[in-house]
C-alpha cells in the first residue's frame, strides 16, 4: 500500500501536510479508508486528529509500526 511506503520514508513530510489542513486531512483519511466510508465515522475520526493536533505525532508511530512488522 502506498501508505505504508510514504509514512515508513517520510512520516513528517506529511505529518506536516496532514497538520495544515482539515480539507487535506479528511481527503488523506478517505483515500485511505475508502470509498464507502461512513461520513460520521470519517469527520469523528478527522476531528479527533485534528483539534487534538496528533496527526504529526502519530506519523513516527506508524513509521516503527511499519518497521517492525513482518512481511
Known sequence: MSFNTLMSQQPQTLAFALLDSPIGLLAWN???LGEDLDADFALTNVMLYWLTGTAASAAPLL???TRHSTP
Open 30 to 32: 478517505a483515500h485511505l
Open 63 to 65: 513509521r516503527e509500526r
